[in-house]
Each structure stands twice: as C-alpha cells, then as structure tokens.
C-alpha cells in the first residue's frame, strides 16, 4: 500500500514562492517515477510536473514551464515542486501522485499514475 501526503500549500500574494512536499510510504519510492498535478473545482485535472524515477529527467507543462522546479529526495522518499513567481492563476489543489517503475517520468496523463495524495490547496491573491 502506498501512502503519498502533500504539504506546503497555503495562502501567497502574486510574484510569491511556494514549496510544495510530498512524503511517501509503502514500495519502494526510489523505483518509480513521480508527478504533481492541480485542480481547480470544475475543471480538468492539469499536468504540472514530473520526475524520472533516478531525478535524471523532469518534465513540465507549458504554463509553468520556467517558473516551478520538481526535485526529489530518494533518501527521505520525498518529492518537492518549488513554485515561484506564483499567478493567481496557479491557484488551486496540488496532488502528487506515483507513476511507473523505472518510468522516464515524461507521461503527462493521469492514467499514467497509479497513486495519488489527498491534495494541498495553493490560493495566489492579486
């Protein structure tokens, strides 16, 4: 059983920075690549980032391309998203969520990850 938990969210003013952790628990975290999505009520969930499964590769979706960062810690078993120059539109609820094992990481569809977390909700004020 794998448990991923995700914290770090909270309340920033436009221009601001955020970081985003993820811990996980249950298999062997270090094996599978890892990605972090967001949702906003009533809408599609969108790829955000993800990982290759060693940290070789990361991958990203255009709207924060240049502005987020994803890392990991496979010593703690733990995933980051550094968010800055944060917008009003980036507000919303962040999921990790585990992909595949030994996967690249470059799989932007949800489909492609078998775990999520609870979610921590981003709110970017104007």
């Known amino acids: 059983q794998v448990q991923l938990v995700e914290s770090g969210g909270g309340l920033v003013q436009a221009g601001g920075s955020l970081r985003l952790s993820c811990a996980a628990s249950g298999r062997t975290f270090s094996t599978y690549s890892m990605g972090w999505f967001r949702q906003v009520p009533g809408k599609e969930r969108e790829f955000v980032a993800s990982?290759?499964?060693?940290?070789?590769?990361?991958y990203y979706g255009d709207v924060v391309k240049g502005r987020f960062t994803i890392s990991r810690d496979n010593a703690k078993n733990a995933v980051y998203l550094q968010m800055n120059s944060l917008k009003p539109e980036d507000t919303a609820l962040y999921y990790c969520?585990?992909?595949?094992?030994?996967?690249?990481?470059?799989?932007?569809?949800?489909?492609?990850?078998?775990?999520w977390g609870q979610g921590t909700q981003v709110t970017v004020s104007s």
């Open positions: 990982i290759s499964w060693d940290g070789g590769f990361t």
């Open positions: 969520a585990q992909g595949r094992k030994f996967a690249s990481g470059s799989a932007r569809s949800g489909n492609a990850y078998g775990y």
